[in-house]
DNA sequence: GATGAATGAGCGTTCATTCAT
DNA sequence: TATGAATGAACGCTCATTCAT
């Protein structure tokens, strides 16, 4: 090949290129991002996004299959960030509820008050659009719950005790999961109260641990 | 005589015409919901809900501004009888905690388990389509969170007991919204578990009062 | 007939009926003339012309074909007033220039001073609408170049003058009404000089007989 | 080198690429001008455009905001053609009146003999449609007038002479331009004496100049 | 890899007109 | 005569997507 003139190892000026072409990559995100967040999905246009990121829509197109596209690469992105974020408490703390706690105080702390706009993609943006985002909205908040699940579980295992059902454990994780994401919509996207947000937050996990501890 | 103008009373056939032009509208909003609720918002067009309702284009103009205006209805029509059907349960057991238990009893098993296609609209469809929208959808999700508020305010007050904040009660109702949501959404709308989610959502009711208790 | 019990006799109340009638006809006229001339032609819909004249929409069109009617009959209502107004002057000074001048003054103070939106149906909004409209606009533009071209020539016979061709009379006669037109236009629908208009007409009347006395 | 990106020079496949898009912008302004004028502007629509143009709904308003910017554009198109055309009759025989009949035989013979399609943008379709082209329209005759005033202005200077009023130029300017459009409507779109209209015209300019020659 | 002109199906919306009451 | 709900053809316009250069 002309191009490369040894396989497997890349000339420096390859190796530039491959980083640029990331870099572009996540510049049409981020654009994406905070442009669907202002204005909504629908609002917003390819060529503006294109514009926005210095690049002609066609290049929008090369690293993106279409709109659709962005978005799941959004939930995608953000979602792993979120998870993250969150799973890394849980290992802090896994015996006890601790981890609970933990997860929950990153949420509103590391989360919601840093990256508003993520928390508006992943918690308005992203729903209702079509079946295909649906779908991968599910996917993310199923792997949360999941997550949330797999932690509830190890406290009962380590503490050796027994929620009331077989789905007990599940249902906590969907409650939990849907504490998080009201939370981020009424005081983060509908009323913006983000200096409150992690005080708030408090009050909101200190309700989630009494749930958990009243499923026992 | 013969067209009957006398003030107040309306004629046999004003009175037959405005209950069909009623009708009429209501025909159309339950189209255009179950429509909705099953292709998404964006995907159904004006022509389908006029085919569909065996009425003109023109016709469902003339009951509403434009498409936008159909969903804001369903919203607010919607809404009521949600509000309507919760709030009721709340009196039913003023005194104590019951009222909650109640209320979130009946949200599964009155509202979710009989019309999931009106689920649909409220935590699906109405989401993230327009800022109109939205604030339509806010203002609904807020009424209740109101109730719920001042339904727990009244609990306290009644038992003379206080909760951590002052902004507390608020807090919880927004986390029993989020409750709501999220097990309506996870279980009706991505995992159609219809059958079971009134066993499902008696442990999310009892999470959240475990969770209202924890905050005294 | 049940209705009139004498044919040729007319009782009161067919007369006060007709009356009524003739009035709400009129009604309609004046108030399509003034939405016409505040808004556009197109911009005025056929409900707004029946709410403003306190009618039903089925009323409107009891009393006119169509839209397009109530304009053409805008047109010769006003076009006859118009070459009533301006007719009358050649009268009074039938030998000489001396009507033409009277006619043009007349134009510009009593028409266009007076009624500014009947300029404004003649001269903009019965323009380029359809070819039924331009049709009827052309019809009424000739007959006032008709009677213009008519005046000229008497002045001629009486006189014993010539005039360059044979066609010149008709020329002048659409020079002169173009004069009119344009000077509406300019210091009346573009720029509201009503003040001034009687003034400016006056030059202009001056400009038209140094032109017409130029011809011989 | 490959893109050539050099500043100010442009590869030949750009050139010619810019060269094609102005000769598309014209194709398409040269359909809608034979349309409007044949058919209105109401009853030509954007389709029957693009597919007389041969390209797609898209291109048009790719190169053209909507429906409406067409015709603006046509107006300034035009207008500035019959501007360039009128006002180079003025240069050519400055000190006198000379120019001023020079210019109206050129808008008879060269102006309307040759392109009724445009006279009839100009003087029929562009009238009556809206504010927004009204506006442009006001603008493009308030330019012609603009230029017949000063033209007459410059005259009165080089020989000395006074018009009646202070205002006398502007009217006069106002009615010379009355008598073309007049002219122009009556001999080329109500009744196609396009083959007499350069005699037509002639006497038209004689009763300008007579015109003219009344106000000193 | 990058460009941006071109596409065209699809959409929401308007409004003059009709007609059963 | 008068009403006003119902009609539906017609329209302007958008925008995600493609592809020749």
């Known amino acids: 090949m002309a191009k490369s003139k040894k396989s497997g190892t890349k000339s420096r000026s390859a190796l530039r290129r491959?980083?640029?072409?990331?870099?572009?990559?996540k510049t049409i995100l981020n654009?994406?991002?905070s442009l669907f967040a202002k204005q909504g999905y629908h609002r917003t246009g390819m060529e503006e996004i294109a514009d926005m990121a210095e690049v002609s829509v066609g290049t929008v197109y090369f690293y993106f299959k279409n709109k659709e596209d962005i978005l799941i690469n959004l939930i995608g992105d953000v979602g792993f960030q979120l998870r993250k974020l969150v799973g890394e408490e849980f290992k802090k703390a896994d015996a006890s509820l601790d981890g609970i706690q933990k997860a929950g105080v990153a949420f509103f702390g590391q989360f919601c008050a840093k990256y508003p706009?993520?928390?508006?993609?992943l918690f308005r943006e992203a729903v209702g659009q079509s079946q295909e985002v649906e779908e991968h909205r599910k996917s993310f908040i199923s792997k949360v719950i999941t997550d949330l699940k797999n932690a509830l579980e190890r406290v009962a295992e380590k503490q050796d005790i027994k929620y009331r059902n077989t789905f007990s454990a599940e249902v906590m994780a969907v409650c939990i999961m849907g504490i998080y994401e009201q939370m981020a919509c009424h005081y983060?996207?509908?009323?913006?109260?983000?200096?409150?947000?992690v005080a708030l937050g408090e009050d909101a996990v200190c309700f989630t641990i009494g749930g958990v501890e009243s499923m026992v």
Not at 117 to 121: D, L
């Open 31 to 33: 654009i994406a991002e």
């Open 18 to 25: 491959e980083r640029e072409k990331e870099l572009r990559r």
């Open 188 to 197: 983060l996207l509908w009323n913006d109260r983000s200096e409150d947000i």
């Open 117 to 121: 706009e993520k928390a508006a993609i």
